[in-house]
């Protein structure tokens, strides 16, 4: 067995505490914090990131999944977003395929409902031509029930076809921050920043909190990088500077794909308000959703799904699949993220911009808004701002990897499918042969009702930093959001694994169950 937990931990706080002065410190353990962290460690920068929750906790957990160019933004005007975004589509699919995966999407067009199919067809020509891939066909009314069976077929002229792709977005997290940790960067969860010490011209100190141990610590960079998405305005205000930030709420409810068989993702325009939102597979799952309302206080607990959007997403579902007769009883799960949205003041939550934005403050640089699907971009978009504080910190987009290539090799994988095997190489990386070890305790054998293996739940436990159950069963893996009552009936496994890996006592299990029964039913599933 590798080090348990607390040994590692142990060595990342030795590890800071050995360190006069870092080059980088970031604060915010999402997708841009671990992005940033990944383009300044490759350069052999000492960096550090810090998370006062777990990684991935906040929005990156929470997102609709999606890596897609954005046809909203195509259709506003925002050529330069959409290039950028399908351009980082098409690099991701290829970098870590099994992680982000292509996404066939359909358009049901309606009579009298805009886009038409040939309005629809230009627009997407447009975006085929950014991808340098044709994915776009028109399908005709009959063939469009066979494709999709139980569509609403009032009223139908036919669907149009094109493509996005689709991750699972904690795992995505996960490995780029590996990446960065394989070039050198320090990482550390539920440590909170507790203040940003302005007592210079610039600002370089920062005093932290390790909620395991209760230990505080100052730490000094040459600059500081806050990356906390929808908590940005916090430092910010404390500097004097008014908040920006205008947090949205996005939810999503989660149904067994047999109650609501769905093997392509359906754009639809909400029958109510004509918003436009997803109905899509995920991980065997099915995924209703968004919705895209104001969510104005932000705080450490987490957001959850309320009851006008349940009725909201549902009537949306029976809108467009009329038989289904989907109830609040059907709902395995759900889930909502809080976005980081820079407010340009826009009455309709849904009229605001996706751009990201930076700010600078004397050395601590900030950074909220923008898209999952352009993390790396963003990411050197912030360097830009911290050379100014860090010399030799290079930014220029040379088009490096993302993620580093690994062979596969391991014998303990001959018993997998071709596409498992990729499925766990992209969400592994360099560690697949790591989880190889785990498969000769437990097999390949997959938890009940999901597509995760039994060895996933344990090389998790055991080499990913769970510090909660809740870390391990909605972020490392996603098992309960899979499985009916957020896991009960697979308790006595799950002890097992985290009695072994955790080197929890019967009462350390039983508390930390009950703390996650009361997380999941206050903010996975139903209010």
Known sequence: MELNRLDTRSKVIDSIKDHNEWDMVIVGGGITGVGVAREAARQGFSVLLLEQKDFAWGTSSRSSKMVHGGLRYLASGNLKLTSHSVKERERLMKEAPGLVNLLPYVWPHYKGQFPGPRVFSILLAVYDLFAGHKYRKYINKQAALSVLPGLNSTNLIGVTQFADAIT?????????????????????NYCEVTEIINEEEQINKLQAFDQKSGEAYQIKAKVIVSATGAWADKFRQDFGQSPKIRPLRGSHLMFHNRRLPCDLSITLKHPTDGRSMFIYPWEGMTVVGTTDLDNPKVSLTEPSIQQNEVDYLLKAANGLFPDSNLQKTDIVSSFAGVRPIVSSGALSPSAEKRDHTIWDDNGVITVSGGKLTTFRLIALDVLKAASHYLKGLAYADNKQRIFNHYPINNEALNELTEQQIQRLSGFYGARLNDLCQCSKEEG??????????????????????????????????????????????????????????????DDEFAEQWQRYCDIWKAYYYLP
């Open 444 to 505: 390949w054998v997959l938890v009940p009702g999901t597509l995760t293996f039994w060895a996933q739940v344990r090389f998790s436990a055991r080499s990913e930093s769970v510090i909660n159950l809740d870390d391990l069963m909605l972020r490392r893996t996603r098992i309960g959001l899979f499985l009916d009552d957020g896991g009960t009936q697979e308790r006595n496994k799950i002890k097992q694994i985290c009695q072994q890996e955790l080197m929890w006592s």
């Open 168 to 188: 699972d977005d904690s795992r995505l997290v996960m490995r780029v921050l590996q990446e960065a940790q394989n070039d050198g960067a320090v990482a550390l």
